[in-house]
């Protein structure tokens, strides 16, 4: 743990301030994902603490519930008479090849288009299997990925180390910053109980990672705007994700949505984007483009296999990293099982997702960008090595939530935070909502 939090915090350029975790247990891994989860959310902690010394001239204490934060890195919400829909497309996961294993990330419509151009169409998994099982995996990764879908074959952590793609992203730093281009950081309109009052951050994230980045800033007060394409929805993660956000839809290829984007742009404090490295360029809002229109914006981008080499431009998810980057491949060793084995939840998008947030605090007090990416965070967990193995305890009826949440599809329960800052309670104003039920404008 200790190890974890002080890369984390070198990351961020934070002081090496011991922070308390409290309570016992940790999920089942070949790896510290546990430790990962309490690090993470204690550095996004710390960063606002930090901010709240700078403003005030008083330091909060921080601390972190081992055992909250293990729940929150797979689901907070507890629905009550209703459920969150499911997560993967039928026909997602892993797949034995004719020389060993490949992930199919078919989630999106367009993306099971294209594995299945490269397939064929497959009506349930046992069909996929059966074409899959005449494929070499790292041809038919490349195929897929030709057409335009999302796949990994397993690697070990070796064999990625010597490819070109971890070779490009394992010399990266975990976070990287970039200072700002003479625009000084803007007056602080916060205050100890909303440090992020006044804020407003334009998300342009999708699943995880970046959402729980928003989520985690809209809790501390800031105005968070989702903006979504017109047919986008990821409806088994929007119940989890969208939690004091409003959300709205436009189509950057219509000129009327362009000139609302633009206006919205102008007006944030903070831009948070996921897309792959190259997509907001082809959109016409480059690195280059993003400064003119909007001088003094703080920029955190998030992209799943890092920021050169190779497979910088890549279509990437959590589990198609956690294939590539050998992390699957250690935990199958580790269970002795047969088949990939991947991390208990999906660790690098809420690590990485915290870690973004950490670093817009800090950007706050100084302007600039900071680029993040799952293969990097990949490499953190795995060279931290195994954590300890105890037993998470289950929930019982005292831990199930705060409040009643009323959301659009029914009453349900929020799991209570896992971090405490003194005098800071994370709390958020709007419940979960579904994708575009707002205009896109700020409030």
């Keep these: 743990m200790t190890d974890l939090l002080t890369s984390i915090q070198a990351a961020l350029g934070l002081p090496h301030t011991p922070i308390p975790f409290t309570s016992s247990g940790a999920l089942p891994s070949a790896f510290a994902v546990t430790d990962l989860a309490c690090a993470s959310i204690a550095a996004a902690g710390q960063a606002v603490s930090e901010l709240l010394r700078q403003h005030t001239g008083r330091l909060p204490g921080v601390e972190v519930d081992r055992r909250l934060a293990s729940f929150w890195f797979a689901t907070s919400i507890r629905p009550v008479g209703w459920s969150v829909p499911p997560m993967w497309d039928p026909v997602a996961g892993d797949y034995a090849t004719n020389d060993g294993w490949i992930r199919l990330h078919t989630n999106a419509p367009h993306h099971r288009v294209a594995a299945e151009s490269v397939l064929g169409t497959c009506v349930d998994r046992a069909a996929m299997a059966s074409k899959v099982a005449h494929w070499a995996k790292s041809a038919l990764e490349q195929a897929v990925v030709d057409a335009g879908g999302c796949a990994a074959e397993m690697r070990t952590w070796a064999q990625w180390q010597r490819h070109p793609q971890g070779l490009a992203v394992n010399a990266e730093p975990l976070i990287q910053f970039s200072d700002a281009s003479g625009h000084p950081a803007k007056a602080w309109r916060g205050s100890v109980a909303q440090p992020l009052a006044g804020i407003k951050v334009l998300d342009l994230t999708r699943v995880?990672?970046?959402?729980?980045?928003?989520?985690?800033?809209?809790?501390?007060?800031?105005?968070?705007?989702?903006?979504?394409?017109?047919?986008?929805?990821?409806?088994?993660?929007?119940?989890?994700?969208?939690?004091?956000?409003?959300?709205?839809?436009?189509?950057?290829?219509?000129?009327?949505?362009?000139?609302?984007?633009?206006?919205?742009?102008?007006?944030?404090?903070?831009?948070?984007?996921?897309?792959?490295?190259?997509?907001?360029?082809?959109?016409?809002?480059?690195?280059?483009?993003?400064?003119?229109?909007?001088?003094?914006?703080?920029?955190?981008?998030?992209?799943a296999y890092g920021w050169s080499g190779p497979w910088q431009n890549r279509r990437g998810f959590d589990s198609l990293v956690q294939m590539s980057s050998g992390i699957c491949d250690a935990g199958m060793q580790w269970k002795h099982a047969d088949k990939p084995t991947p991390l208990p939840v999906q660790a690098l998008d809420h690590a990485t997702g915290y870690l973004m947030a950490a670093a817009a605090v800090i950007l706050l007090g100084r302007g600039g960008s900071a680029r993040l990416s799952l293969a990097r965070t990949a490499k953190l967990l795995i060279e931290q090595g195994a954590g300890v193995q105890e037993p998470l305890r289950a929930e019982d009826d005292n831990d199930q939530g705060i409040v009643i949440e009323q959301t659009p599809w029914g009453p349900a329960h929020r799991l209570h935070v896992p971090l405490k800052i003194t005098g800071t309670p994370l709390q958020w104003g709007l419940p979960a909502t579904e994708l575009g039920s707002h205009r896109a404008q700020w409030w």
């Design 208 to 303: 995880l990672a970046g959402p729980v980045a928003s989520r985690f800033l809209a809790g501390l007060g800031a105005q968070v705007l989702r903006i979504d394409p017109p047919t986008w929805n990821e409806p088994g993660v929007v119940p989890e994700v969208t939690l004091g956000k409003r959300c709205a839809r436009l189509d950057l290829h219509s000129k009327d949505d362009r000139a609302v984007f633009e206006t919205l742009l102008k007006e944030a404090d903070i831009l948070l984007h996921g897309y792959r490295a190259d997509a907001l360029e082809r959109l016409g809002y480059g690195v280059a483009e993003r400064r003119t229109l909007a001088p003094g914006l703080l920029d955190v981008s998030l992209n």
